[in-house]
């Protein structure tokens, strides 16, 4: 069963490791869930007509319990795709790293949920994607082609392998718009029942 949200998803199987003659042990994959071009807030017609700045949410999870996961970048066909830490990075850290179970998120999609206080549940790095220079390829509705570029180490610090992922990211048809709860049709008001 698909997840049910309005980005599109991918997932990148990890090569396996042989541990022993006949055996294999799985090395898990990365999930990049949700991805979708958010729908400009401020001066929509602007930045569609002049092919960005667009603002790109995602999420990527490092299923694996052996490898750490790097995204190295996003390219697309036609355009730039820019990735930026958060403020508060540590230097001696990279924010795009994925240890074991940690994942990425750029983006807030308009409506989402947070918790109460503002704090993840997971372990979860935050950053900003924008995607720039599109001339006319980016359109309300319409799905722009994003490759994922990863680098992937072992424990060790080792890299074992680099991998891909093409998603066919769709573009928002336009901002959400905030639920208005209006009751509209009074039909007890008038008592004729």
């Known amino acids: 069963m698909e997840p049910a949200v309005n980005g599109a998803a991918g997932t990148i199987e990890l090569t396996p490791t042989t541990v022993g003659p006949h055996e294999v042990m799985s090395n898990g994959s990365i999930a990049i869930r949700n991805a979708h071009v958010l729908y400009p807030t ?82 979860v790095t935050r950053l900003d994607v924008e995607l720039n220079d599109t001339g006319k390829t980016v359109a309300a509705g319409l799905t ?19 991998v891909s992922t093409t998603v066919l990211t769709p573009v928002d048809g336009s901002p959400l718009v905030t639920r208005q709860d209006v009751i509209r049709d009074r039909q007890g008001e008038s008592g004729g029942h």
């Not at 995602?58 to 996003?74: C, E, H, M, Q």
């Not at 990279?94 to 993840?120: K, M, N, V, W």
């Not at 082609?145 to 680099?162: A, C, I, M, Q, R």
């Open 42 to 123: 401020d001066k929509a017609e602007a930045v569609f007509g002049d092919g960005g700045p667009f603002k790109v949410a995602f999420l990527i999870a490092n299923d694996s319990p052996t490898r750490v996961v790097k995204l190295d970048g996003i390219t697309t066909k036609t355009g730039t795709v820019k990735i930026t830490p958060p403020a508060d990075a540590k230097a001696a850290q990279d924010p795009t790293s994925l240890r074991p179970t940690h994942s990425l998120q750029a983006g807030e999609p308009t409506g989402s949920i947070t918790a109460a206080d503002g704090t993840d549940t997971l372990p």
């Open 144 to 162: 722009v082609p994003l490759t994922f570029n990863f680098s992937v180490y072992d424990l060790t610090g080792k890299k074992v392998e680099t």
